[in-house]
Structure formats: C-alpha cells, structure tokens
C-alpha cells in the first residue's frame, strides 16, 4: 500500500508560479513512472505531464515550456513546477505514479487532488 500526499496548490495571479508536491510513504524501492493530471469543472480529467525512471518527460502542449515534472527518488516524491500560470490553467491537480515496493510488487497509486486556481 502507498499513501499519497499533495501539497503546493492554492490561489496565483496570472503569471505567476506554483510548485506541487506528491509525496508517498510505503515500503517504496522505487518511482517506475509519474504524471501529473488536471481536471476543470466540467471538463474531463487530462494529462499535463508525465515522466520515467529513465528521465523521459512528456507534456500536453498546452503547458510545454511552462510546466517542469521531476522524480526525486530519495524523497519518494513527484513534483510539478508551474511557471507563466494562466487562468486556463486553473483545475484541481492529482498526481500519479507507479511504484516498485521493496518486496518487488508493482503498485499505482493516485493522490487526493489539489486545488490550484489563477486569478486577479
């Protein structure tokens, strides 16, 4: 079992930045693969970023050269740095990750979700 924990949302003017953090606990060897998602009320949940344990990262385009996935595998945690944040971008974010445990099982886990909003 791997717990999740968001962290970093809140309310940003156009502009400006947001770094979340996704941080498991578990009896983790491993971060195989990560991604970020958002949903907008009314709209169906969509991939923002994704990344592997080899470094590979994809983005939607709708955030390329704006948004920054990262694994740190020390800390168990995923983030997502948030640059140039537009009002579009406004959503509740969850993170994603599959994970290697130490026994050598293999588990996917989602976090809880965390607001983020840009407004003046």
């Known amino acids: 079992q791997v717990q999740l924990v968001e962290s970093g949302g809140g309310l940003v003017q156009p502009g400006g930045s947001l770094r979340l953090s996704c941080a498991a606990s578990?009896?983790?060897?491993?971060?195989?693969?990560a991604g970020w998602y958002r949903q907008a009320p009314g709209k169906q949940r969509e991939l923002v970023a994704a990344?592997?344990?080899?470094?590979?990262?994809n983005y939607a385009d709708s955030v390329k050269g704006r948004f920054t996935i990262s694994i740190d595998n020390r800390k168990n945690t995923v983030s997502l740095q948030m640059n140039s944040l537009k009002p579009e971008d406004t959503a509740v974010y969850y993170c994603?990750?599959?994970?290697?445990?130490?026994?050598?099982?293999?588990?996917?886990?989602w976090g809880q979700g965390t607001q983020v909003t840009v407004s003046s």
């Open positions: 994603n990750a599959d994970y290697l445990l130490l026994g050598g099982r293999r588990v996917n886990s």
């Open positions: 578990g009896s983790i060897f491993s971060i195989n693969a």
């Open positions: 990344i592997t344990s080899s470094g590979s990262r």
